[in-house]
């Protein structure tokens, strides 16, 4: 039919990065983007970074055993506002991943202007049994060799 | 910094084809799209259209006097679901275009699969006074030239 | 702990009146609310419609073969944008219902300006075998009755 | 027409209460509300707030130099996850508010269950001019005496 592409980001070094387009959905009647939109847009970049390392965000490796990432918690930092029409930058660097947990430090630019910064820690869960598993390894070595 | 290219579209003779990734953002507990995101991922692609066509949806050509296009009624037929970590394509094509009105007809499709339609009725109108006004020409003679 | 009680809708005749407060996050960068949360909108008014009637929206008579309503097409007109702050009042009147289908008229309003309409076709499914089933006597007879 | 009142909020000693339901637009596909909407839920609660202070969360004291608070940065922690058609308790406290600042503690409650906490810091600022302005003293007066 229509062969079209999905956006895709790519590392720089261990930096992987991920471009957003603003959209009349993600601002406000402030004329910004709203302040609970830059998770969304740190969840895609964050996904993706994922599928480039040949994963599923929400695959484990045994499909009856459905596991992945989830956030723990987060701390955004709001330093310049994004405005309808802009092309973003979502970055995405994982600093930490043993065990069952991760860290990644995110930042969203609009050229060379750093407009946000968000960094997550996110732990492995297995989905049905509701608990925190070890990342498989192979993942795990995926992304301790970023 | 970090060069990255925001996602476009393309034009398959009359129909412009526009990708969009789905996210857990899009989805919901039902495990699948939420009704209400297909109005976002249209927008997304009548958006990028008329930025194909040298155009920004929200911009007039005199800055002062902002006009756009505003959508004055929207019929969707929902298919089949979308889930998390689809690859769509949704297309836009103008069906009519004409003093102050336009139509749009869009699909959401997955792969060979229509999943949704969306036909869209737009008024342009000048947003500092509210009203309707006619389609820029030079919009116009792009538009109906597709 | 803290005793609050969450926003509930009543009857006046057979039209069932839901409140809807417009905050940040249901606006855009043109000032006015999105035309995508007008669905956003009117499934929380046909969700405590239904709730009001002694169900929940997501759940059948048994729990291991859950059911429920879902959207087999609307048709939204938007005549006047809500704005920032707004308290509508989100209005759902089932106009059908026999067999897996319904059929719900339901309008927005801002005191006694009419601001959208939107007709919702329903079908009833059952969520594991992904197939239409009758809507529940129980229910269906009280969606009749009203 | 029909009336009916917009969900509010109350003070319980110096903390804010407000009720908030769990919708399907709310929730993901992994069953769950989305990480990014407990900050909507939170905005909530403070524009509530505000608002049961005598202020709109969006007004300055003169309308042609629109003021108002915008986040400077969060930190969410999420605990338990928030499920469809839950009502939480939403809290908002003033813990610091002086200048141009002032900083807001929240929870997100589940009947006795506290399922998430935010804190917020906020500016107050001048949306024309788009810098920090002092918080209106009888609005600082009212957030102090709480």
């Not at 998770?39 to 480039?52: G, H, K, N, P, W």
């Not at 750093?114 to 795990?140: G, W």
Request: one cysteine or more; proline letters at 3%.
């Amino acid at each position: 039919m229509y062969e079209v592409t999905a956006p895709q980001g790519q590392f720089f070094g261990k930096v992987f990065a991920f471009p957003v387009r603003v959209y009349y959905e993600d601002t406000d009647a402030g004329g910004i983007v709203y302040y609970a939109n830059y998770l969304r847009f740190a969840e895609r970049a964050r996904t993706e970074l994922i599928r480039v390392l040949g994963f599923c965000h929400n695959e484990g490796l045994e499909a009856e055993e459905k596991c992945g990432f989830t956030v723990r918690s987060c701390a955004i930092d709001y330093k310049l506002p994004a405005i309808l029409d802009d092309v973003l930058t979502v970055t995405c660097e994982v600093t930490e991943a043993k065990g069952a947990s991760a860290v990644m430090v995110q930042e969203v630019w609009r050229k060379d202007e750093l407009l946000a910064t968000v960094e997550v820690k996110l732990a492995y869960v297995n989905f049905v049994r509701k608990r925190p598993v070890r990342i498989p390894s192979e993942l795990l070595d995926k992304l301790s060799s970023l």
